[in-house]
């Protein structure tokens, strides 16, 4: 088996592929250039920056997507329908819509990427990993990765417990990127489902949010990321294993998350290339999200389609499933598997925007539900479903911790 990877202080700088001159958008990524210190570049920020016309382009979407609403997030929606015909939509000013290409140029070589190089997990080098983001709470974890704690228990389950674990992997370095193997169970994953249910738009726990539709004379028609799925936005309360959970993987506050979103994705729909960061007419609301805690919710087979794919970030596959066989390099594409969860941080811990994690969700052959939680810099105000406040959660979070043996 390799040895473990080199530490970051002698990184390689990953010459992937990188075309054209590109940098990440300006004002829809919360903040101009020279608003950053320069001295992250070196690990993230992109390199020197020349002003282009597809910058130009970018700024005018990232302007017109705060005022019409649009978030890398799942509170974003616009229909394909209503945006799948740009070459005929012209904006107010008569110029052709940005491409993808444009508003998400590919990253220049000299940004730095490093994969991860083993399976091992290797304490040191994850400390390291995740020292300027908000990272993980690795007190949680033993020196292997794994995190050993009580499920069932409940009244649901007679009072009987058993020993659950939580295997932690780094499926990238920098960015880092996780997986934690089996977060939630079998059980957990079919309850969050249950709430998706479309014939059931009167239960208080949850509020669907159909794609908004805008209409054809709107500029934001050119909406380049398009998201055909559907987002339930969950009450805190009705979820308090997840956010007991995600507090014992994050070791942050309930304050700081954003509403827990239930996702569905029917075979065909997909959420294309975007950030999950917040724009910068939404920073007010507790600041930038440091990280996207994403758990699938059913297995997706391995030619299914659905997987998670980071555009400029290397993963490795094993040709066998221990890890003894050869790797095969290619587009970091994290294929769903139920009760996994995803970690990963659209901004530094200081609130920059990481332009390295842009990502899209899939198209599937099959449905696809994940659970969703975005935590942010500061305290966050829910919106939805009205009346929705993490205090009303505390008690049943307490229990769930006490129960999973957390507290
Ligand atoms: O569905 C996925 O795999 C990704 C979803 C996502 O990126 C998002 O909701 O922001
Ligand atoms: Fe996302």
């Known amino acids: 088996f390799p040895s473990p990877p080199p530490p970051p202080s002698s990184r390689i700088r990953s010459r992937l592929a990188g075309r054209g001159s590109g940098f990440g958008p300006s004002s829809s990524r919360g903040g101009t250039d020279d608003d950053r210190d320069p001295g992250k570049k070196s690990v993230g920020g992109g390199g020197k920056r020349r002003r282009t016309r597809s910058e130009t382009s970018v700024g005018f979407l990232g302007e017109l997507s705060e005022r019409e609403g649009w978030r890398g997030g799942s509170k974003s929606s616009s229909s394909s329908s209503s945006s799948s015909s740009p070459s005929l939509v012209l904006d107010r000013f008569g110029f052709p819509p940005p491409t993808e290409e444009e508003v998400f140029p590919p990253l220049s070589n000299d940004v730095v990427r490093v994969p991860v190089d083993g399976r091992e997990y290797d304490r040191a080098y994850v400390v390291s990993a995740i020292s300027r983001h908000l990272g993980v709470n690795l007190d949680a974890f033993d020196d292997s990765g794994r995190s050993v704690h009580v499920e069932g228990g409940g009244e649901e389950d007679d009072g009987r417990t058993t020993t659950a674990r939580w295997s932690l992997r780094m499926i990238h370095v920098d960015p880092p990127i996780f997986l934690v193997e089996d977060f939630l169970t079998a059980s957990e994953c079919e309850s969050l489902s249950s709430f998706v249910d479309d014939d059931d738009d009167d239960d208080k726990r949850v509020r669907r949010i159909p794609s908004p539709t805008f209409s054809s004379s709107s500029s ?46 029917r075979p065909g729909e997909e959420f294309t290339w975007h950030y999950d960061e917040v724009p910068r007419s939404g920073l007010s609301n507790g600041g930038q999200r440091l990280a996207t805690l994403l758990v699938y919710l059913n297995d997706l087979g391995k030619d299914r389609g659905g997987g998670t794919a980071f555009r400029d970030l290397l993963g490795m596959e094993f040709e066998d499933g221990d890890g003894e066989g050869r790797p095969r390099r290619g ?36 449905d696809k539900t994940i659970a969703q939680i975005w935590i942010h810099e500061g305290s966050y105000r829910a919106g939805t479903p009205e009346g929705n406040r993490q205090s009303c959660a505390m008690d049943g979070v307490e229990y769930e911790a006490r129960r999973l043996g957390f507290s």
């Open 220 to 265: 934001s028609s050119v909406a380049v990321s398009r998201r055909t799925s559907t987002t339930w936005f969950c009450r805190y309360d009705a979820v308090p294993a997840l956010l007991a959970k995600a507090r014992r993987l994050l070791g942050v506050d309930l304050n700081r998350m954003e509403e827990p979103q239930v996702v569905r994705y």
């Open 331 to 366: 587009r970091l594409v994290v294929t769903p598997r139920k009760g996994t969860a995803l970690l990963f941080f659209p901004a530094y811990q200081d609130g920059t925007p990481d332009e390295r994690t842009l990502h899209r969700g899939e198209a599937a052959l099959d």
